[in-house]
């Protein structure tokens, strides 16, 4: 709380001290209030914006000996900060009347409701700044926000704000940031936005824009961020934008760009740090040019028709982190580990789906390179690879991801896995391995313990793993898929150890023997497909356990007995369980044999006590003593007879 000399409260400011509760109307008694930031705390229900009626809207007068202001005047609200809490409601035309002095208006992070209030531009000229990001604003944002001739500031993203970008935005000469990301705003960028020589950031990705991208955004000298990922637009991506200097990140991924991506001339972009032409449809060779952007930390141009090898000069990007180049239709994938080996802090390389056939990149191909230190993901699935697992993967000590899925590789499942002292994500699937699955792959120590890693932050850009994006290695399942090989023998016991465990994957191999019941002790564990084995017995009651199970598949194996009730199996359908004649149980609508208190079938004949097998007549069964009467009877008849024949 600030006052000014004559004790009257000028400031109010209470960021992040958690407290609760409504806003009271009878803050407007503070009728010298000029700052107010209520920001980061758990206020709730709707503000009262009708109090800033009651405060003096009089301009600040000066002293003329001293040059200062005359606090004993009143003066209105100039900043007010509501961001990061739980207010509701909508923000009415009326209350900016209250505030012609306001320069600062922050509602972020709230829930608000309605249509966007660019009235504030009516009645508060002077405003620079103007968040309302993060709440429930819809509709279209009508016309007004150009009548903020001083606005420098413009956030208004992540809320359902519809129809055209407004127009009268491309008036506003002072702009420097305009955000409206993650709305459902429709139609064309106008190419007036070019004229904004002061923008320094434009970021309207998650939108429906369509269009062009303006051919003149080369004019923005000082354009430093252009977000424009995950709209509709298309064409060709304009050469002046090469013109930019001031360029730190170009995110373009996820539109319908098209074009010869050779025809662009990065180099004078020597500020660049971050790029993503992901997921459109550029074509031809990646750009020699790229290599003299000395900044760069990450690149990607996944998801296009890009032909050739990577360029040698790739190797001089020291700073490269994160590279992803999957869904191409690169070759040479001996002469790219080569040279992405010399980018000393690369830490993310993904490879998938982008070379054909090719040879397993081996020690011999790779030799007295000690490159990819730095590396926690790496990915070179659906190649059609062909070779063994390669043993320089061992090496890398920091690597946390491995997809080798969906090759052609043979052999065995390398031992050494188990001893990689990072690696918590093991993806094999759809290969051509043999033999037993190591019972070393138990030892795996990011999967034992919870030893966070700090290194575990955010990425430079998200990632798709799964059909899901990612921002943070942290947030990744832990899992190991080993699915759609030839393994065999016994599933190791040593796999209950790996308690951080979430996906296991073991179908549709040669895995024989009974389920381990180890397995319970994965108590982390969401997805268990051991389908398409030869497994046999029973399965284990104890896997109830599992309280976070929520798919299991044992089907096709020759599993026996009934199926375990209670916990998640609750939840499961027969779809899980079929292909096993030998299983019963209610969700099979089949019933299991009953079984006494001694253990034995009911429906078996009880087995005689010991005291049953005593010597007396009255406990032999009715068919033996039949037998004997019927040998006794026939005796005398014989003898009968005999001593006839013989008289």
Not at 583 to 591: A, I, R, T
């Amino acid at each position: 709380v600030t006052c000014n000399r004559d004790s009257h409260v000028t400031h109010l400011s209470t960021p992040g001290k958690r407290i609760s509760g409504t806003i009271t109307p009878f803050l407007g008694n503070l009728t010298f209030l000029s700052h107010l930031n209520l920001s980061h705390n758990q206020f709730s229900g709707a503000f009262p914006f009708t109090l800033f009626h009651t405060l003096k809207s009089l301009d600040l007068s000066y002293n003329l000996l001293s040059g200062t202001p005359n606090y004993s005047l009143p003066v209105s609200i100039r900043t007010i900060d509501l961001s990061s809490n739980r207010f509701n409601g909508s923000i009415q035309s009326p209350f900016f009347n209250g505030a012609p002095r306001l320069i600062s208006f922050n509602v972020s992070n709230n829930s608000f409701t309605g249509p966007l209030p660019v009235s504030i531009c009516i009645a508060s000229r002077h405003v620079k700044f103007l968040d309302f990001s993060m709440n429930k604003f819809s509709g279209n944002v009508s016309q007004g926000i150009g009548r903020c001739s001083k606005l420098e500031i413009f956030r208004a993203g992540l809320n359902s704000l519809s129809g055209w970008l407004p127009f009268d935005l491309y008036s506003v000469k002072s702009l420097r940031e305009i955000f409206l990301a993650n709305n459902q705003f429709t139609g064309s960028i106008n190419s007036s936005i070019a004229l904004l020589s002061n923008l320094s950031v434009i970021d309207l990705h998650q939108n429906e824009l369509t269009g062009e991208i303006p051919k003149d955004f080369g004019l923005l000298s000082n354009l430093s961020q252009l977000i424009l990922h995950s709209n509709n637009l298309n064409g060709s991506v304009p050469p002046s934008l090469m013109n930019c200097t001031s360029m730190k990140t170009l995110l373009l991924r996820n539109n319908h760009l098209r074009g010869e991506i050779m025809s662009l001339d990065f180099s004078p972009l020597q500020k660049l740090e971050a790029i993503d032409f992901g997921n459109n449809s550029f074509v031809g060779n990646i750009p020699v040019s790229l290599c003299l952007c000395r900044s760069l930390v990450a690149v990607r141009f996944a998801y296009n028709q890009l032909t050739g090898e990577i360029p040698a000069c790739m190797a001089g990007l020291k700073s490269l982190s994160h590279l992803s180049l999957s869904d191409n239709f690169l070759s040479n994938v001996v002469g790219a580990l080569r040279i992405l080996m010399r980018c000393d802090d690369l830490s993310v390389l993904f490879l998938s789906r982008c070379f054909k056939d090719e040879p397993v990149p081996n020690d011999d191909h790779l030799a007295h390179l000690s490159g990819f230190q730095n590396l926690q993901i790496l990915t070179l699935g659906g190649c059609g690879l062909k070779g063994e697992v390669p043993s320089w993967i061992g090496r890398l000590k920091k690597l946390k991801v491995l997809n080798l899925s969906y090759n052609k590789i043979t052999g065995t499942i390398p031992k050494w896995l188990g001893s990689m002292p990072s690696l918590f994500v093991l993806n094999i699937t759809r290969n051509h391995l043999t033999g037993e699955l190591p019972r070393e792959i138990g030892n795996l120590k990011a999967l034992v313990s919870d030893d966070t890693d700090p290194n575990l932050s955010n990425l430079a850009l998200p990632f798709l793993f799964d059909s899901l994006q990612y921002n943070r290695l942290f947030n990744l399942p832990r899992g190991i898929k080993v699915g759609n090989n030839s393994l065999s023998g016994n599933i190791p016991a040593e796999l209950g150890n790996l308690r951080l465990l979430r996906e296991l994957d073991l179908n549709d191999n040669d895995f024989n023997g009974s389920i381990p019941s180890e397995l319970s002790r994965l108590v982390n564990l969401e997805i268990l497909d051991m389908s398409g084995n030869h497994l046999t017995g029973e399965i284990p009651e104890s896997l109830k356990k599992l309280h976070f199970l929520s798919f299991l598949t044992v089907a096709n194996n020759d599993l026996e007995g009934e199926i375990p009730k209670g916990g998640q199996f609750d939840t499961f359908t027969n779809a899980s369980f079929e292909g096993n004649p030998k299983l019963c149980g209610s969700l099979l609508q089949k019933s299991c044999p009953q079984r006494s208190a001694g253990g034995q079938d009911e429906m078996s004949p009880p087995a005689p006590a010991a005291e049953e097998l005593g010597s007396s007549w009255y406990t032999i069964p009715f068919g033996v003593g039949y037998a004997v009467g019927f040998f006794v009877v026939t005796i005398s008849l014989l003898f009968t007879s005999s001593r006839k024949w013989f008289n």
